[in-house]
């Protein structure tokens, strides 16, 4: 392609494709079928169908994972409302997913034109409004002529603050000329560090770490964002004291590494973490989110007066905010400026033996949630990367032990029940030397199965194992009714529909510990497709420390409103 014969589509193609994207996720309607075309005219960047756009999005987001951001393509009003779900998890993951949305005819909203797919009114702006919410940068482009800013904005915002991006292109325009793309450095992210912050912050927690007796590290889920994972580990290797991963961070932080002490989540933390939390008297959080879920109803929220909070671009230390800086930055800088002390990580040894439960044995007969566990845990190589759903599968993937190198997703802030098969499907194609796992619920599954139909087209060998327990486990153990129980479905059977005469999809049954041995090894032979398992677990067999996550959380949920002072009421 010479300069010159740049459109405003093929300026965005360039674009995806030079901040590595190799894929993007589409649902044809007619106000992007041309920015379609253009899209496919780039030779590096393929395009991939899905089953419906709140699937795209999730599956868009699922390649950020893999890949560092993606990108999905829908059509106005009735595609990007639905897509809009997947940005908001997009947002509260930090992952930069672009969404690009087609747009009604330039000449429309001057002409006071009513259009299909609109709320049937003449305004036409509410979308991108709806998106500014939901994303760090919303733009409708409206000439050709801006287009490149625009969509440069667009980016680089979602690249340098790891969230999603809106770009709306007008139907009339995603084919007009336009300026032809400069180098990416344009839109790789260089956020500035000021020094003297960053004196200030690292002067002020080192003193405040050399002044505890038993420090400890806690490992969060912004640490991948933040790009900050190997001086997370410079810092714990420096200090030498335990580190607790949160459970939407965990593989942040190696599981066999000598000073791993364990998943931190308040009362049901693993084996010795919690305690050890406990004893310690100064605690630096690395990118770390509390909210009611990662703290169990507010059950553990540990003391202002003894954290440092080191997020992604501000730090407080004992309530003293330091901005100016980055978190990768602020964490290796520290780790040249403390002094060693080892004490937490002596204690997490003392502890954990005396309270790890005794590993289980094969049991050849009917299948249990701890037979189950026993056989994903096998499974787990350096090559693999788990996936698990909002539901029993959170709890029964949390506490597995991750192989050096192995990957895990979880969802846990947006926790949208439908995720992970969509996810596991962008995932997927982002790395596809990757071997992948997904743990998945029978009420989560039904929300976006169709999308196991796209592994089955694009030859992708995701293993689900879908937990039948007839309905929403999760919920019963917040707050029990008829609506949590559902109709069953022919999970298995399913994959047989979506092969339609032509795929490689497998859908098996497992009732018994000996039919998931067979069931694993036919998965591990199907090389050209999905293996769904269709696990058979009784209603109650569920991981024990969902049932008491799931009773302080609805406590925390059942708090009565606070009676209102004399002088708010007035
Ligand atoms: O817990 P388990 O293994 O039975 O999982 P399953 O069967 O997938 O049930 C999940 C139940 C559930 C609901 C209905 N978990 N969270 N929710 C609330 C919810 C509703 N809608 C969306 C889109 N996301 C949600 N998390
Ligand atoms: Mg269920």
């Known amino acids: 392609m010479t300069t010159d014969s740049y459109t405003v589509g093929s300026y965005l193609a360039a674009r995806l494709a030079q901040i590595g994207l190799k894929h993007h996720f589409v649902v044809p309607g007619d106000y992007n079928l041309l920015l379609l075309d253009e899209l496919l005219s780039n030779p590096e960047m393929k395009q991939i169908s899905c089953a419906n756009e709140l699937n795209a999005s999730f599956a868009a987001e699922g390649y950020a994972r893999a890949n560092g951001a993606g990108a999905c393509v829908v059509t106005f009003g009735v595609g990007a409302l639905s897509a809009l779900n997947g940005i908001g998890g997009a947002y509260a993951e930090d992952l930069p997913v672009i969404l690009i949305s087609g747009g009604p005819n330039t000449n429309d909203a001057a002409a006071g034109h009513l259009l299909h797919h609109t709320l049937g009114?003449?305004?036409?702006?509410?979308?991108?409004?709806?998106?500014?919410?939901?994303?760090?940068?919303?733009?409708?482009?409206?000439?050709?002529?801006?287009?490149?800013?625009?969509?440069?904005?667009?980016?680089?915002?979602?690249?340098?603050?790891?969230?999603?991006?809106?770009?709306?292109?007008?139907?009339?325009?995603?084919?007009?000329?336009?300026?032809?793309?400069?180098?990416?450095?344009?839109?790789?992210?260089?956020?500035?560090?000021?020094?003297?912050?960053?004196?200030?912050?690292?002067?002020?927690?080192?003193?405040?770490?050399?002044?505890?007796?038993?420090?400890?590290?806690?490992?969060?889920?912004?640490?991948?964002?933040?790009?900050?994972?190997?001086?997370?580990?410079?810092?714990?290797?420096?200090?030498?004291?335990?580190?607790?991963?949160?459970?939407?961070?965990?593989?942040?932080?190696?599981?066999?590494?000598?000073?791993?002490?364990?998943?931190?989540?308040g009362e049901v933390s693993s084996p010795g973490c919690r305690e050890t939390l406990a004893w310690a008297d100064g605690l630096l959080c690395a990118g770390a989110v509390f909210t009611d879920y990662s703290t169990v109803g507010w059950t553990y929220v540990p003391p202002a007066g003894q954290i440092i909070d080191a997020g992604f671009d501000m730090i407080r230390v004992q309530g003293r905010d330091f901005g100016g800086l980055l978190l990768a930055g602020f964490l290796s800088a520290l780790a040249d400026a403390v002094r060693p002390n080892p004490a937490t990580s002596v204690e997490y040894a003392r502890l954990r033996p005396r309270l790890a439960p005794a590993p289980h044995a094969y049991a050849p007969g009917k299948l249990t949630r701890s037979e189950l566990v026993r056989q994903v845990q096998a499974l787990l190589t350096p090559q693999s990367t788990l996936l698990v759903e909002t539901g029993d599968s959170w709890f029964e993937g949390m506490y597995l032990t991750l192989p050096r190198g192995a990957g895990f997703e979880i969802e846990m802030q947006w926790g949208h029940i439908g995720w992970s098969v969509p996810a596991a499907f962008g995932y997927a194609l982002g790395a596809p030397v990757r071997r992948l796992i997904a743990l998945v619920g029978d009420g989560a599954f039904q929300v976006t199965a169709q999308e196991t139909a796209q592994m089955i087209r694009y030859k992708l060998p995701v293993v689900i194992f879908l937990i039948n327990n007839r309905g929403y486990a999760i919920e019963a153990e917040i707050h029990d009714g008829p609506y949590n129980t559902i109709k069953n479905w022919d999970y298995a059977g399913l994959i047989e529909v979506f092969n339609a005469g032509k795929g490689a999809g497998k859908g098996l049954r497992a009732s018994t510990g000996d039919e998931l041995v067979s069931a694993i090894a036919q998965a591990a032979r199907n090389t050209q497709g999905p293996t769904l398992i269709e696990c058979a677990l009784d209603r109650d067999d569920c991981a024990p420390q969902m049932i008491t996550w799931g009773r302080l959380v609805a406590a925390a949920n059942a708090r009565p409103p606070r009676a209102k002072t004399v002088s708010e009421a007035s």
């Open 121 to 265: 009114t003449h305004d036409f702006s509410y979308q991108r409004e709806i998106a500014e919410r939901l994303t760090c940068a919303a733009v409708a482009i409206t000439s050709a002529l801006d287009a490149p800013s625009l969509i440069d904005h667009a980016i680089r915002s979602a690249l340098r603050r790891r969230k999603p991006a809106y770009i709306e292109v007008p139907c009339n325009l995603a084919g007009a000329a336009c300026a032809a793309p400069g180098p990416v450095s344009a839109l790789t992210p260089s956020a500035p560090t000021d020094p003297a912050a960053l004196h200030a912050a690292v002067t002020a927690a080192a003193a405040f770490l050399d002044s505890c007796a038993r420090p400890m590290l806690l490992a969060g889920p912004k640490l991948r964002p933040a790009g900050a994972q190997t001086a997370f580990r410079k810092l714990a290797e420096a200090l030498g004291c335990a580190v607790a991963v949160m459970p939407a961070a965990k593989g942040l932080f190696p599981e066999d590494h000598p000073l791993f002490a364990g998943i931190a989540l």
